[in-house]
């Protein structure tokens, strides 16, 4: 398999796997539970998109940041849903795009510093 597809595989799997997670009424116990739900909205939300930069490596960062910004935007608006019995918080969407701020960030310097294209 080659890289790109099993690097954009990786990805579709994780974002199934964070969606489902923010949107289960009741979601199993993970051994990351003890850092807080903050940290595992981070946690989410920078694994997606590093691996979303490197599955699409031409793709405009800023790009990637506005998707990801919106699904965890999306995903605070689902959990309003009164049977799922969750809570939206405006917190955790910010400490979702802060997270892909940073990744996105540190792959913007890493890839200048090698000069690679922009994009």
């Not at 903050?38 to 979303?52: Q, V």
Request: charged share 20%; aromatic share 10%.
């Amino acid at each position: 398999m080659n890289r790109p597809l099993f690097l954009r595989i990786a990805l579709v799997l994780a974002i199934v796997f964070a969606v489902t997670m923010a949107l289960l009424p009741k979601p199993p116990h993970m051994p990351i539970d003890q850092f807080g739900d903050k940290f595992e909205h981070m946690l989410a939300f920078a694994t997606m998109s590093l691996l979303a930069a490197f599955a699409y490596p031409t793709a405009k960062l800023s790009r990637i940041g506005e998707r990801f910004s919106f699904l965890g935007a999306l995903i605070e608006v689902l959990q309003s849903i009164p049977s799922l019995h969750r809570d939206c918080d405006i917190h955790d969407w910010i400490a979702d795009t802060l997270a892909i701020t940073v990744v996105l960030l540190i792959v913007w310097s890493v890839r200048r510093q090698r000069g690679a294209r922009l994009p």
